[in-house]
């Protein structure tokens, strides 16, 4: 097996937004913000080679939306998903598997693109399996009022037309220690309904993708909950037990939403659980 980070793109979010209760005088200290109140974001993708399956974690924005659309999310810097599954000798039609942690736009946005005569969309990569959980597609198709501009029509539908969308095989507990990509799942849902996390096994080493749940450094202390979570309560204390386990057994928690840090690790202090270590992922792995 071999993992490679892959870089979507970088964007920008309202820090009050992302930190919720949380004063802008404490959160402005990890994350700063710009004069506009904006921080600093990235979707960071995850590729798992693994025998004969390229398994992809999550596929950022995409490119597909209006430029109204992008003019929210102040985008920045030069990375693109193509760009970076480049530069490990990869193509998108390579991928054998995406596996979206959840259906948030800037989470499987670029699993859909326009087609050739942009009259309508396709699947981004077309010799891949899309894999969801069934929970998590009936939340996401049918929205509530405060998720709805997350969850967008083209994103979706053009996964189960095209015959390529799959549900991973849920148990009755939160985690699955091996799902269907050999990789373990633990189930959230204080962000979303059913976010699934991935819990991968590599080098000796516990690599967990933690997506909304944990979307930067700075969102390690407990109250430290986005703005976005439909049940931050849940959150609060789906969070706890995470970062209790994660210390416990020396977890790397790699952030998807990070701009500036790509792995950390956690230890407990008289303040409660807290950072220990930044690591690039290139000085950890071989």
């Given at each position: 097996?071999?993992?490679?980070?892959?870089?979507?793109?970088?964007?920008?979010?309202?820090?009050?937004?992302?930190?919720?209760?949380?004063?802008?005088?404490?959160?402005?200290?990890?994350?700063?913000?710009?004069?506009?109140?904006?921080?600093?974001?990235?979707?960071?993708?995850?590729?798992?080679?693994?025998?004969?399956?390229?398994?992809?974690?999550?596929?950022?924005?995409?490119?597909?939306?209006?430029?109204?659309?992008?003019?929210?999310?102040?985008?920045?810097?030069?990375?693109?998903?193509?760009?970076?599954?480049?530069?490990?000798?990869?193509?998108?039609?390579?991928i054998t598997d995406v596996f979206m942690t959840h259906l948030h736009f800037d989470?499987?946005?670029?699993?859909?693109?326009?087609?050739?005569?942009?009259?309508?969309?396709?699947?981004?990569?077309?010799?891949?399996?899309?894999?969801?959980?069934?929970?998590?597609?009936?939340?996401?198709?049918?929205?509530?009022?405060?998720?709805?501009?997350?969850?967008?029509?083209?994103?979706?539908?053009?996964?189960?037309?095209?015959?390529?969308?799959?549900?991973?095989?849920?148990?009755?507990?939160?985690?699955?220690?091996?799902?269907?990509?050999?990789?373990?799942?633990?189930?959230?849902?204080?962000?979303?309904?059913?976010?699934?996390?991935?819990?991968?096994?590599?080098?000796?080493?516990?690599?967990?993708?933690?997506?909304?749940?944990?979307?930067?450094?700075?969102?390690?202390?407990?109250?430290?909950?986005?703005?976005?979570?439909?049940?931050?309560?849940?959150?609060?204390?789906?969070?706890?037990?995470?970062?209790?386990?994660?210390?416990?057994?020396?977890?790397?928690?790699?952030?998807?939403?990070?701009?500036?840090?790509?792995?950390?690790?956690?230890?407990?202090?008289?303040?409660?659980?807290?950072?220990?270590?930044?690591?690039?992922?290139?000085?950890?792995?071989?």
């Amino acid at each position: 097996m071999k993992l490679y980070p892959i870089e979507a793109g970088n964007f920008k979010l309202d820090g009050g937004a992302m930190f919720g209760v949380v004063p802008k005088s404490i959160w402005n200290r990890t994350n700063p913000a710009d004069a506009n109140n904006m921080i600093d974001l990235t979707a960071r993708c995850l590729l798992i080679e693994n025998g004969d399956r390229l398994i992809l974690i999550d596929t950022g924005m995409g490119t597909k939306q209006s430029e109204k659309f992008f003019s929210y999310y102040y985008q920045w810097g030069d990375h693109s998903l193509d760009r970076s599954l480049k530069k490990y000798g990869f193509h998108r039609d390579d991928i054998t598997d995406v596996f979206m942690t959840h259906l948030h736009f800037d989470h499987c946005g670029g699993s859909v693109q326009w087609n050739k005569d942009r009259t309508g969309y396709e699947p981004a990569f077309k010799n891949a399996i899309f894999w969801t959980n069934e929970a998590h597609w009936e939340w996401a198709t049918k929205p509530n009022e405060r998720e709805k501009a997350s969850f967008l029509t083209e994103n979706l539908l053009p996964m189960k037309e095209s015959g390529q969308l799959r549900f991973i095989t849920r148990n009755e507990n939160n985690f699955i220690e091996k799902s269907e990509l050999d990789f373990g799942i633990l189930f959230v849902d204080g962000h979303t309904d059913k976010q699934m996390l991935p819990h991968i096994t590599y080098q000796n080493k516990t690599l967990v993708f933690v997506a909304d749940l944990l979307p930067t450094a700075g969102h390690i202390p407990l109250p430290y909950v986005m703005g976005y979570d439909t049940r931050p309560l849940l959150t609060l204390s789906e969070k706890a037990q995470f970062l209790e386990t994660a210390v416990k057994n020396d977890y790397y928690l790699f952030m998807e939403h990070d701009a500036h840090n790509q792995i950390c690790t956690l230890q407990t202090t008289e303040k409660g659980v807290r950072l220990k270590e930044i690591h690039t992922f290139d000085h950890l792995f071989d």
